[in-house]
């Protein structure tokens, strides 16, 4: 573990600020939220945030982003990939985004090998921070989120006018070599520990049973109609949670073409399960046309069917679809914790 004074830290965002010819974003405060965006200057970071309002999943699967364009040569088309592959800086990452980002690479990298994702996570750098304050919707400690050992390049925790400083990655530490460093000191790693371990008891919620247990319930829960019902009644499948969430990956792809019709683009953009259309197929068939059923699938998608193929539960416990539902029905934690306390009954 390195230390590294708070004015040198400055000084490294500032240089990379001015030289890197990657974007530097990090989280700054926008409103009565935080937001992840581009840094005009170091002094613009707020890393006691509690919650972003979007993850920095944005960065390495864009919103919206064009995968190839075409064009009509003679008799046959000229295809070109688009996607832009530059990477990102992104300083204030907390474990829990950290945690989603893995998920994301396995699927992306290694499960769909797609290209434009592969290179834009390739090249970029992930400064993680640990957590100084906690929102009231996370649970992350419950979900074995709120602290993480590995993806990232580095990891900082406040010590006040330094940051210790844990190194992930060879490029990680690369960056802290134009500027000065220390080995931390036997009271300094003692001190880290102390404030990641304090994390545990800062958190108002929890899940009363561990996640392992999630497919289990959930699996036990799918023909329980009675209790997605009435859990959806409030839903108006606005699609938020999926928004906001950073373990999320659906999309669809559109080919547009442009006006004079020989020419176009393939476009990938975000999609959500609890939208109304995002089931519908061919002539029209909706197989989820129900939104209990929209709601259903999302917790058993989260909670069964990505851990059945990937071997993760896809929540980390950010609570970012929590803080968002307009309808407060989102809480993955509450919906969890009442299936749990029914089965117990």
Known sequence: MKVIDRSDFTALIEELIASDPREVVGVQESGEQYVFDRLESAEQLALEHDLTALSPKKY???????????????????????????????VGVHPYDLAA????????????????????????????VTMQDVADTCFAASMGTATIDSGYDLMVTDLGDRFAVDIGTFEGDQLLESVPTRNASAEEVERVAEIKADLEDAFDRELAFPPAALPTLLEASYDDMDFWEDYAEQCLSCGTCNVVCPTCFCFS?????????????????WDGCLLEDFATVAQGENFR????????????????????????IACVGCGRCTRHCV???????????ELREGQHA
Request: with cysteine.
């Open 253 to 269: 792809v559109d080919m547009i073409r442009d006006l004079e019709g020989d020419s176009g683009r393939q476009e990938r953009r």
């Open 327 to 337: 309808a407060g029905v989102a809480d993955p934690c509450e919906v969890y914790n």
């Open 60 to 90: 390495v699967m864009p919103q919206r982003e064009t995968l190839l364009t075409y064009e009509q040569t003679d008799d046959d088309y000229e295809m070109r990939a688009e996607a832009d592959p530059t990477g990102h800086i992104v």
């Open 101 to 128: 980002i893995n998920q994301l690479d396995k699927i992306f990298i290694d499960t769909l090998q797609d290209e434009p994702y592969r290179r834009k996570r390739e090249h970029s750098v992930l400064i993680g």
């Open 289 to 312: 046309e129900e939104v209990a059923q929209r709601h259903r699938h999302r917790f058993m998608r989260k909670g069964w069917y990505i851990y059945e193929r990937y071997g993760d």
